[in-house]
């Protein structure tokens, strides 16, 4: 069948090339250069799923700027345009969604709509109350960055927000598209669905911030952070994963959907969410804090990616850090490969790393690399098990 998908992000470009496999797909796109380069099967994104299949696998996939050339004949439309949390209008900004839900309702199409973008609790039920239609659910995404098609290959489990015909048959698009042979499938409401994408970000955002504050705890007050953690995960009811010391959650999802989870809070009883955001800024001003005890004239950071298969910092968390650094007046430069222009928050982009290293007082590392092992004495890292 075919199947259109509108945004080529992370999550609309791994699905479309899960889909694509076995299906005639259509990707939507609003910049030229991506969709010329997914045609030229070279992949916009750093994913090395998506560079190996674009490579290697016989991909029924094709690029378009044309809304109506994507859509025409698609039996299902899925979205996967960005949305943003605006910190200042208190406001989840839905405007790409529903641009392409309008494009879709006046082509007249008898299709189902199926929206991946990260969206409000309850939105769902509002698009159709507002347009008056019924062809359209959510199924969440929980993909990482830089392994998004990785994670749809070999899915945690599939999330689909109505229990219909319909929405079985998608499921089964995804499942004929995977590797992992036992999948497990939730069928629930969309609001219901919904809420499982906020909550279960806001509660990796919480395992970050938990051992963030342990991390602080011991750097202030001298203790090997790495042993307690160590000490801690060894229970299996805590495990040792997502332990790693950061400078702070960050990257496309866990901000926005912190926050956003917290706007749905309203008039409802909490403290732990609010708590959860507060603690990333708190963890923030602290790695800040610990850089101007070391009275440097330059601080040098070391890529703004928060990881090291991305080439994406939108959101990253040490931008906040760089933030906090200028408010104290220390001149700051960047070392980061990907980006291709000499300022960036007004600071210099210094993309030779010798000149980087010999200028730079203190080199600021979110992860750690081994090409800093020679300036070691320079680098400030919280990393402490030398992953993401």
Do not use: W
């Amino acid at each position: 069948m075919k199947i259109a998908v509108a945004g080529t992000g992370y999550v609309g470009l791994s699905i479309a090339t899960l889909l694509s496999q076995k299906n005639e797909v259509v990707a939507l796109d609003i910049i030229p250069e991506k969709v010329e380069m997914i045609n030229k099967r070279i992949s916009p994104i750093r994913d090395k799923e998506i560079e190996d299949f674009f490579a290697n696998k016989t991909l029924d996939l094709k690029a378009t700027l044309d809304y109506k050339d994507a859509f025409e004949g698609a039996k299902y439309i899925v979205i996967s345009t960005p949305t943003n949390y605006d910190d200042e209008r208190n406001y989840f900004d839905t405007s790409s969604v529903e641009d392409i839900i309008e494009k879709v309702i006046s082509m007249e199409m008898d299709t189902t709509i199926v929206v991946k973008s990260t969206i409000p609790v309850g939105y769902i039920e509002s698009i159709k109350q507002k347009y008056g239609i019924d062809n359209i659910m959510f199924s969440p995404e929980f993909l990482r960055e830089g392994r998004a098609l990785y994670d749809n290959l070999y899915p945690s489990r599939i999330i689909m927000g109505e229990k219909s015909k319909r929405a079985i048959e998608f499921a089964n698009l995804l499942k004929e598209g995977a590797l992992k042979e036992k999948i497990e499938v939730k069928y629930m409401n969309s609001t219901e669905a919904e809420a499982v994408k906020l909550f279960a970000n806001t509660y990796l955002a919480l395992r970050v911030s938990y051992f963030n504050e342990l991390d602080t705890y011991a750097e202030i007050k001298g203790l090997n952070s790495k042993d307690i953690i160590d000490g801690i995960c060894l229970d299996p009811r805590i495990g040792t994963y997502y332990n790693n010391p950061s400078f702070g959650y960050g990257g496309y999802c866990l901000p926005k959907d912190t926050k956003q989870l917290l706007a749905n809070f309203e008039n409802v009883p909490q403290n732990l969410i609010r708590a959860i955001v507060r603690s990333n800024r708190t963890r923030k001003k602290h790695i800040a804090e610990m850089i101007m005890r070391r009275d440097p004239d330059i601080v040098g950071v070391y890529r703004l990616t928060m990881k090291s298969e991305s080439d994406n910092f939108r959101f990253s968390a040490i931008q906040g850090v760089i933030e906090n650094l200028k408010k104290e007046g220390v001149e700051i430069i960047i070392y980061e490969p990907t980006l291709k222009k000499d300022k960036f928050l007004d600071c210099n982009v210094i993309n030779n790393f010798e000149k980087f290293k010999k200028e730079s007082d203190v080199i600021l590392a979110n992860r750690y690399e081994d090409k800093l092992f020679e300036v070691k004495d320079k680098v400030y890292t919280r990393d402490l098990y030398s992953r993401d």
